[in-house]
């Protein structure tokens, strides 16, 4: 088990779903977080023909994409579960999952990348933070411009990604029950991705690694964000996100 390794992006939130599961399940892994936008995608694509990260060496195998992965830590690590025993429940978990993943975590991504390309200091700030390649105010502003626009982010879509988001945290409102989760009676995957997901909106205490510094734009639409929404992340976070794993 010692040699379970995590490739991963710090301020990713696809990657946080895979930590969140290593640490719910205890796995004892290693982190590696190759330069992010100048190693990763290489790192990525040699070890599985995909630019995008998290990869989990995991018994000889290298599985990319944090669905394929969680897949592969539920079967080989099954306590405690993520997916539902009943099969419809289980059904309904795995599409909230595919929900927030390409209907919400595009959108967030994009929305937050383009906005911080229009203020240079900003962007030179996250670069560093993001331990990134570090460059001054407005090269640092282009190479964020080029990320947005590398994850479909320009002037034209905001309004789209912003709808997107927010009809992420409607739909958490809509589906989740008298027992508090999104599923039947207990956490499953789709509370996890959904707190995953929409971390950067909730910014809750117990993320692992520096939350990005956001510019105003960014935190006007988050502050008009149903408060209920990103209440309940902020509960998954505090009740379900276990210290990390790594060792
Ligand atoms: N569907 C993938 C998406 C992962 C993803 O988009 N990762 C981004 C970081 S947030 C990435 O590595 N992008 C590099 C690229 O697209 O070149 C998953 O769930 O793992």
Not at 133 to 155: F, I
Not at 191 to 215: G, H, K, M, N, R
Request: aromatic share 8%; charged share 30%; glycine share 8%.
């Amino acid at each position: 088990m010692a040699d379970t390794v995590l490739w991963h992006i710090e301020i990713s939130h696809y990657n946080e779903k895979v930590r969140w599961a290593l640490d719910l399940k205890g796995v004892p892994h290693r982190r590696r977080a190759p330069m992010p936008g100048v190693l990763h995608p290489f790192v990525a694509l040699a070890k599985t023909r995909r630019p995008t990260l998290p990869v989990l060496e995991l018994d000889g195998e290298t599985i990319g994409d944090s669905t394929r992965i969680i897949g592969a830590l539920e079967r080989r690590f099954p306590e405690p579960p993520l997916y539902p025993e009943d099969p419809g429940e289980r059904r309904r978990a795995l599409e909230l999952e595919d929900f927030f993943d390409e209907e919400v975590a595009p959108h967030i991504r994009r929305f937050a990348f383009y906005e911080i390309s229009r203020d240079p200091e900003l962007a030179s700030r996250g670069l560093r933070q993001l331990g990134s390649l570090p460059l001054p105010g407005r090269a640092a502003a282009l190479a964020v411009r080029g990320v947005a626009r590398r994850y479909g982010g320009n002037e034209d879509v905001m309004e789209d990604a912003r709808a997107h988001v927010r009809a992420g945290c409607e739909r958490i409102l809509a589906e989740v029950g008298p027992s508090g989760y999104l599923v039947g009676d207990a956490f499953s995957v789709a509370d996890l991705t959904a707190a995953s997901i929409l971390y950067p909106a909730a910014q809750p205490p117990e993320f692992q690694y520096e939350v990005p510094e956001f510019p105003a734009s960014v935190q006007e639409f988050g502050a008009s964000l149903p408060d209920g929404a990103l209440e309940w992340v902020r509960r998954m976070w505090r009740e379900h996100r276990p210290p990390s794993a790594e060792v």
